[in-house]
């Protein structure tokens, strides 16, 4: 019996108190899930042994902490009840060696840590921890897989969890997980840093699935919701940890500063209905002047590293011409505009142009706008992209074309998966009717 089912959700024993310990333990685990899995990763030297035995721990915390109560350290004393579990593994296995002695000279030490020691600092990161991010996002995975495992082992999230944030069945992504173990298992993947050479490669990947997961928690692809700010909430952790982790990377720094100041206007990015609230018609005092504060610090940090910017930083930067303007007609169009094709020289994409034709439409007028939309259409690099359709609506409403405009938004209802997004769609499509 396991104190998890197999997508990582922890259950409750019998019992009074029962939920509180729940609560308490899955607080725990989110906090400090990747340390214990990356400190006995290293350890036991196999990564699906490692999450199997503080899994593993954490149902023999259900089962005491309402017995003996919660210790002040809850993570150090997980990992070395998973740490005694292990050399049990052995001897059952009769595998005694070096690292026996090795766990076994630690487990007094920690056990006392975890007995009266302060909390471990949910801020401080290690070298395991690095080492477990660059694992989850290991080219040899799928990029679903490492979506999946970055979330379910690094961020703590049970499968029913990011089942819930991707809309997809839970039995989806515990098959995504469990491949994914196998093949870096079959792949002999080690348990430590890739070379030197191939941390920009390797960086990269990982950087992306965090962007890649606070894109759909920013605005979703499918559902009944636009946004799921609990998503965006663990992506922005896993970049905070990370930029502690490397802190001489500006692209990790310019990511965070991406995420906190494009989070900073969620509250005004919705209605009281749930609804959407484009950026010229959010009110901008509902903006979270922390999380702006916040990312700014981590893009001069980016800045102050002296090494340019990078894609990521880019984008943070255009956020912040956002995030300091008093109005959509303030802004700094001209700039952004400027940073949108230094944007698309550094990675160049179809999403970069569309988003730099409507920062041109602000800047100079619909009518340059739409010249570079039409060049995006005739490419077909966005067919299918709702968003395509959905500004050359908005270029031609502008321009008083209020027919056509009409059919780009009937288009772009059609080809959008979120429900809130659709309905505005159509909403517009009524509007450029009238």
């Known amino acids: 019996m396991s104190a998890t089912d197999d997508d990582g959700t922890v259950r409750s024993p019998s019992g009074s108190g029962a939920g509180s310990v729940e609560r308490t333990v899955a607080a725990v685990w989110r906090i400090e899930s990747a340390r214990i899995v990356g400190t006995l990763t290293r350890f036991v030297g196999d990564f699906g042994l490692a999450e199997d035995l503080a899994q593993e721990a954490l149902e023999d915390a259900l089962r005491q902490w309402p017995l003996d109560g919660v210790p002040r350290n809850g993570g150090a004393w997980?990992?070395?009840?998973?740490?005694?579990?292990?050399?049990?593994?052995?001897?059952?296995?009769?595998?005694?060696?070096d690292r026996l002695s090795t766990i076994a000279h630690d487990l007094e030490r920690e056990q006392a840590e975890a007995a009266g020691a302060d909390p471990w600092d949910p801020d401080a990161v290690d070298d395991d921890v690095l080492r477990l991010m660059f694992i989850s996002?290991?080219?040899?995975?799928?990029?679903?897989?490492?979506v999946a495992l970055t979330l379910r082992v690094v961020g703590g999230l049970s499968s029913e969890e990011i089942?819930?944030?991707?809309?997809?069945?839970?039995?989806?992504?515990?098959?995504?997980?469990?491949?994914?173990?196998?093949?870096?298992?079959?792949?002999?993947?080690?348990?430590?840093?890739?070379?030197?050479?191939?941390?920009?490669?390797?960086?990269?990947?990982?950087?992306?699935?965090?962007?890649?997961?606070?894109?759909?928690?920013?605005?979703?692809?499918?559902?009944?919701?636009?946004?799921?700010?609990?998503?965006?909430?663990?992506?922005?952790?896993?970049?905070?940890?990370?930029?502690?982790?490397?802190?001489?990377?500006?692209?990790?720094?310019?990511?965070l500063a991406l995420l906190e100041l494009t989070a900073a206007r969620f509250p005004a990015?919705?209605?009281?209905?749930?609804?959407?609230?484009?950026?010229?018609?959010?009110?901008?005092?509902?903006?979270?002047?922390?999380?702006?504060?916040?990312?700014?610090?981590?893009?001069?940090?980016?800045?102050?590293?002296?090494?340019?910017?990078?894609?990521?930083?880019?984008?943070?930067?255009?956020?912040?011409?956002?995030?300091?303007?008093?109005?959509?007609e303030t802004t700094e169009w001209d700039r952004i505009v400027l940073l949108y094709e230094a944007l698309g020289r550094v990675a160049p994409s179809p999403v970069v142009e569309l988003n730099r034709a409507a920062a041109v439409a602000m800047a100079t007028g619909p009518a340059s706008a739409l010249r570079i939309l039409d060049q995006l259409s005739a490419s077909g690099a966005l067919r299918g992209y709702h968003l395509l359709p959905a500004t050359r609506g908005e270029l031609l409403r502008r321009l008083g074309r209020e027919e056509e405009a009409r059919g780009e938004f009937i288009a772009a209802a059609a080809l959008a998966g979120n429900d809130r997004e659709r309905t505005l769609l159509e909403r517009k499509a009524a509007g450029a009717q009238k």
């Not at 209905?273 to 901008?284: F, K, N, S, T």
């Open 78 to 97: 997980l990992t070395a009840v998973a740490k005694r579990k292990a050399i049990d593994t052995w001897r059952r296995r009769e595998r005694l060696d």
């Open 137 to 146: 996002c290991h080219p040899v995975l799928a990029r679903e897989a490492q």
């Open 163 to 255: 089942a819930r944030a991707f809309l997809v069945p839970t039995a989806t992504v515990q098959q995504r997980i469990v491949r994914a173990k196998k093949t870096l298992a079959a792949a002999k993947v080690p348990f430590e840093l890739p070379p030197r050479e191939e941390h920009r490669a390797r960086l990269g990947a990982l950087l992306n699935v965090l962007y890649l997961v606070f894109n759909e928690a920013h605005a979703a692809s499918s559902g009944p919701d636009w946004m799921r700010p609990d998503l965006a909430e663990e992506a922005i952790r896993l970049a905070r940890v990370l930029a502690g982790l490397m802190p001489q990377e500006p692209e990790v720094h310019g990511l």
């Open 269 to 328: 990015r919705v209605d009281a209905h749930g609804d959407p609230v484009l950026l010229a018609d959010q009110d901008r005092r509902r903006w979270d002047r922390g999380r702006i504060t916040r990312g700014r610090a981590a893009l001069a940090r980016a800045d102050g590293i002296g090494r340019g910017r990078g894609p990521f930083a880019l984008q943070a930067g255009i956020a912040e011409c956002h995030a300091i303007a008093a109005s959509v």
